[in-house]
């Protein structure tokens, strides 16, 4: 069973909003700092935005204002709704968990298209 699974990415025309799901196993869910990062093509891996065990959320500058990453405990689930969409946005967005001194975890990723 995957310990990471993202749903919910889609087309969407510039301007418009999505919301990513991530279902996490339990232990990761509770102990891991989780995250959405993305990679458009021929591009690296980034940072997209991370949320701590206890709520303490980050942003790249790039989504900062527009996209909000949020944690649903009993539910084991972190969310990523995305607003104002860009064709910039364009990406494959993975789900990940780290912790400090541990390995990272990663979904499969699931695909965002921003395009009229």
């Known amino acids: 069973q995957a310990q990471l699974q993202e749903s919910g990415g889609g087309l969407v025309q510039p301007g418009g909003s999505l919301r990513l799901s991530c279902l996490v196993s339990e232990s990761i869910f509770r102990l891991y700092r989780l995250g959405w990062y993305r990679q458009a093509p021929g591009s690296q891996r980034e940072l997209v935005a991370t949320i701590t065990t206890v709520g303490t959320t980050r942003y790249s500058d790039s989504v900062k204002g527009r996209f909000t990453i949020s944690r649903d405990n009993p539910k084991n689930t972190v969310y990523l709704q995305m607003n104002g969409l860009k064709p910039e946005d364009t990406a494959v967005y993975y789900c990940?968990?780290?912790?400090?001194?541990?390995?990272?975890?990663w979904g499969k990723g699931t695909l965002v298209t921003v395009s009229s």
């Open positions: 990940n968990g780290h912790r400090d001194y541990d390995m990272d975890y």
